[in-house]
C-alpha cells in the first residue's frame, strides 16, 4: 500500500478499519463473539395476566437499544412452557428475523476488590511496591497482568471446543529504574498508589444472552428498535381472600382482596390482569428450549403444587364448587404473605369466556416482594340457613370387621354432626365467586372465618358461622322388624331388616328458623313425613356421592357384589321453617338386607 505523508491517517484509518473487520469476522465464524456491559439492554415488562396457580403470562414491549449489527442482545432469558414463547417487532417497517440464545462472554465493570484487581485497574499508575521478605519498598509503574486472550486460546484450541474466558496470568509487569520487572501477585505484600487509583476493573464472563436478530431492510438501523416478547411462566401467583360484611337483615357487602407474590422478575408500572379460573398448559411441566434450562426454576412454596394451599386456593372449580347446598365448606386453608403495599385501585373488570379477569393498573413489584390490594367490592342478598347433616355409619356385619382403634374414629365421626348456621350467599353480581378464605363480620366486629367455594353468577354458596347451639337436635333409630329368608339371590338366601328413625328439633331461639336437615342411610328408604324428600344412589353410576364423597371408612371393607344388588345409599332432604318454642318430629323407613 502506498501512502504518502498527507495521507498517512486517512491510510491509518483504513488499515485499522480493515483490521477490525477482519477481527470482526474471524470471531463470527470461530463463534468467538464478546458483547459489552453497555450493548445489553433489558426489555421492560409491559403487561402481567396471573392465574391463580402461579402461571403468569408475561408480555414484554419497549424502545431498546441495538448494537453495531442492528440487534437486540438481552441479558434476561424467560423460562417459558414449551411452545409459549413468541417474540415480535412492535415497528412494521422492522422484521424480526430469528431469535437465537446461548451462553456468551461479557464485558463487565466491576468494583475493584482485591490488589489483584486495583493493579488490574490500574495500568500507567505509579505506585510504591514492598514485597515479602524486603524491608523497604520501591518506586515503579504499572505496566500489565500478562493475559491470554479469548482469541488466542482459541487459536491453539482443538475444532468446536466451547469459547473459553481469558485467561489471567499470576505475575505483574512493574516498569522500574532498572527495567521492567516481572513480580507474582502472591508476593506483593502491600501497594501504595501516589495517586488516586482506579477502583474498577473490566471483566469478562459467561452470560446467557438472548439476541433478537432484525431485519431492517437495507437501512440503517436505528439506535433503538421497537420489540417484544410474550410467553407463559410460573413465577408471579394471585391469591384471593374476601371480607364479608352483613348486616343482619339480609344484606351483604363483600370485599374482594388480592396478594400478589411476585418471584419473576421486577414489575415498575405494569398493567396486571387476574384472572379467576385456572386454563390448561397441557406442557406446563416442560420449559421451551429457549430458555437454556433444562428444569423449571426452584420457587418457594407458595408455587409448589404438592403445598398446602395449592390444592384448596387453586380454583379447581369441578371439585371446589358449590353443587350443594348440603355441601359445606370444610376446607380452612389459607395462603399468607406479608403486606407490602395497599397497591393502586382497580380501574375495571371484564368476561373473557369461562375465565374471569380483573384488570390494575400501574402495579408496581418487584422480584421477591408481595403486594396486597383492593380488587372489587359489591352487595348481594343472603338469608341465615341451619343445616344439618346425619351421615351414615357401617352396618353390624362390616363393623365387626374393625379393629379398636378404627371403631373409635367412627364413633367420633357420628358424634360429629351438629346443626351448623350458615349464610347463604346468593351471586347476582357480574362475576362468579371464587375459591378462597372468607372473613366475616356483624356490626364491624369478626365472628367467623369460612371458605367461599366457586359460585358461579347466578349461582348460591354457603359460609359457615357457628354451632347452632341454641337449637336442639336429637335421633333415634330402631329395628322394627326381622324377615329371614326374605329373599334369595344366587343359590344364597338374604335376611332383611326393618327400621325407624326419629329426628327432633326444637328452636329455642327468639326468631323464626330456617333449617334444612339432611340424612343418610345404607339401605332403602320407604317413606319420609313432613313433606322429605327420598333420594337413592344410582346403581349404575355414583351419582350424588361423587359431590359429596364417600366416607372415610369406606375403603376398610371390600363391599361384596351382592351388597349393590340388594341396597343402596339413600338420603332424605326436609326443608322447613321453625317457629321459636316450637319442636319438629321428622320420621323416615328404611330396610336394608344381608346375606345369612
Known amino acids: ?26 470471531s463470527y465464524a470461530h463463534g468467538q463473539t464478546t458483547v459489552s456491559e453497555g450493548a445489553l439492554a433489558n426489555m421492560p415488562v ?37 411452545g409459549t414463547f413468541w417474540p415480535y417487532s412492535a415497528n412494521p417497517k422492522v422484521k424480526l428475523s430469528a431469535v437465537v440464545a446461548g451462553r456468551r462472554i461479557v464485558s463487565l465493570n466491576r468494583t475493584a476488590l482485591t490488589v489483584r484487581e486495583l493493579i488490574q485497574a490500574s495500568p500507567g499508575a505509579k505506585v510504591r511496591i514492598k514485597e515479602q521478605n524486603q524491608a523497604q519498598p520501591y518506586q515503579a509503574t504499572i505496566l500489565s497482568i500478562p493475559s491470554r486472550s479469548t482469541e488466542e ?24 529504574a532498572e527495567g521492567v520487572k516481572a513480580v507474582p501477585l502472591d508476593r506483593i505484600e502491600e501497594v501504595t498508589f501516589v495517586d488516586e487509583p482506579k477502583n474498577a476493573v473490566t471483566q469478562k464472563d459467561y452470560r446467557n444472552l438472548m439476541t433478537l436478530k432484525l431485519n431492517w431492510d ?149 422480584k421477591g416482594q408481595r403486594m396486597v390490594l383492593p380488587v372489587s367490592e359489591f352487595k348481594l342478598k343472603y338469608k341465615d340457613v341451619f343445616t344439618l347433616d346425619l351421615p351414615f355409619g357401617p352396618p353390624p356385619e362390616v363393623r365387626h370387621n374393625f379393629n379398636n382403634q378404627q371403631q373409635a374414629e367412627i364413633a367420633r365421626f357420628l358424634l360429629a354432626p351438629r346443626l351448623m348456621h350458615k349464610i347463604r350467599l346468593e351471586n347476582d353480581s357480574k362475576y362468579p365467586l371464587t375459591t378462597a378464605p372468607a372473613l366475616i363480620f356483624r356490626k364491624g366486629r369478626v365472628i367467623a372465618q369460612a371458605m367461599m367455594k366457586y359460585t358461579p353468577v347466578a349461582g348460591s354458596t354457603d359460609l359457615d358461622l357457628t354451632i347452632a347451639v341454641d337449637i336442639t337436635t336429637e335421633k333415634t333409630d330402631k329395628e322394627t322388624g326381622f324377615t329371614p329368608d326374605a329373599e334369595k339371590w344366587g343359590g344364597d338366601r338374604y335376611g332383611r331388616r326393618d327400621l325407624t328413625g326419629t329426628i327432633t328439633l326444637t328452636n329455642r331461639r327468639t326468631d323464626k328458623v330456617y333449617i334444612e336437615v339432611v340424612r343418610s342411610i345404607l339401605g332403602h328408604i320407604d317413606t319420609a313425613d313432613q313433606d322429605g324428600t327420598i333420594d337413592h344412589l344410582d346403581r349404575m353410576e355414583s351419582g350424588w356421592m ?28 326436609w326443608k322447613f321453617e321453625l317457629e321459636p318454642g316450637k319442636t319438629k318430629n321428622l320420621n323416615y323407613n328404611w330396610k336394608y338386607f344381608w346375606r345369612q
Request: hydrophobic fraction near 40%; proline fraction near 6%.
Open 218 to 366: 437495507n437501512r440503517k438501523s436505528e439506535q433503538t428498535a421497537d420489540v417484544g416478547m410474550a410467553y407463559v411462566q410460573l413465577g408471579i401467583r394471585w391469591i384471593p381472600s374476601y371480607r364479608v360484611e352483613i348486616d343482619g337483615t339480609g344484606n351483604a357487602v363483600i370485599e374482594l382482596q388480592a396478594t400478589l407474590i411476585n418471584e419473576l422478575t421486577d414489575l415498575r408500572d405494569v398493567t396486571a390482569n387476574l384472572v379467576i379460573g385456572v386454563p390448561t398448559f397441557a406442557f406446563k411441566d416442560q420449559v421451551d428450549p429457549i430458555s437454556l434450562q433444562r428444569t423449571v426454576a426452584q420457587l418457594s412454596p407458595y408455587f409448589r403444587a404438592d403445598s398446602r394451599t395449592a390444592f384448596a386456593l387453586s380454583n379447581a372449580i369441578m371439585s371446589q364448587s358449590a353443587p350443594s347446598r348440603y355441601d359445606g365448606a370444610r376446607e380452612d386453608e389459607s395462603g399468607r404473605a406479608g403486606i407490602i403495599d395497599l397497591g393502586p385501585e382497580v380501574t375495571g373488570s371484564l368476561r373473557n369466556e369461562d375465565l374471569y379477569v380483573f384488570t390494575v393498573e400501574h402495579i408496581t413489584l418487584k
Open 546 to 573: 361423587l359431590t359429596d364423597g364417600t366416607p372415610f371408612w369406606w375403603n376398610w371393607y371390600g363391599w361384596p357384589h351382592w351388597w349393590y344388588y340388594f341396597n343402596s345409599v339413600g338420603r332424605v332432604t
Open 46 to 82: 409491559k403487561e402481567v395476566t396471573i392465574f391463580k396457580d402461579g402461571h403468569v403470562f408475561v408480555v414484554h414491549e419497549g424502545k431498546v437499544p441495538v448494537d453495531s449489527q442492528g440487534d437486540v442482545v438481552l441479558d434476561y432469558l424467560p423460562c417459558p412452557v414449551l
Open 1 to 26: 500500500m502506498k501512502c504518502c505523508k498527507n495521507h498517512i491517517p486517512k491510510c491509518i484509518s483504513k488499515v485499522i478499519t480493515l483490521l477490525a473487520l477482519c477481527c470482526a469476522l474471524w
Open 153 to 176: 486460546l482459541a487459536k491453539t484450541s482443538p475444532p468446536g471446543t466451547e469459547e473459553m474466558l481469558p485467561q489471567q496470568g499470576n505475575i505483574v509487569l512493574l516498569q522500574t
